[in-house]
């Protein structure tokens, strides 16, 4: 059973940093992409960050490019989040998901599509920021 466990949000000051974390079981991490998404009240789920950890591949939406790194451990298993020059507009729950097509999930991120068709979500955990 594949199973994705988001931890690390929290309450935060505009220009403060946090880093989510997200542990992977079940789930061979060396043919498969793992992504960060969020998603505020009265919004879609928009996709923001991906990592391909056999190759270190990575995509950014632009909401988040320079303030945010997406890294792997495949060690651990874990994919990390690290957000820095927080902003109130960052306020959301965010959510880790894999899918084994890492090209797919790359261009779900990368072409800001919906996020539908991927094969693993995990639960959110909640970042607020606050002005």
């Known amino acids: 059973e594949v199973q994705l466990q988001a931890s690390g949000g929290g309450l935060v000051q505009a220009g403060g940093s946090l880093r989510l974390s997200c542990a992977v079981s079940?789930?061979?991490?060396?043919?498969?992409?793992i992504a960060w998404f969020r998603q505020a009240p009265g919004k879609e789920r928009e996709g923001i960050a991906c990592?391909?950890?056999?190759?270190?591949?990575?995509v950014y939406s632009d909401s988040v490019k320079g303030r945010f790194t997406i890294a792997s451990d495949n060690a651990k298993n874990t994919v990390y989040l690290q957000m820095n020059s927080l902003k109130p507009e960052d306020t959301a729950v965010y959510y880790c998901?894999?899918?084994?097509?890492?090209?797919?999930?790359?261009?779900?991120?990368?072409?800001?599509?919906?996020?539908?068709?991927?094969?693993?979500w995990g639960k959110g955990t909640q970042v607020t920021v606050s002005s």
């Open positions: 990592i391909v950890s056999d190759n270190d591949d990575t």
């Open positions: 079940g789930l061979t991490f060396g043919n498969s992409a």
């Open positions: 998901a894999a899918d084994r097509n890492e090209a797919f999930l790359l261009t779900v991120v990368g072409s800001h599509l919906g996020p539908y068709g991927i094969d693993y």
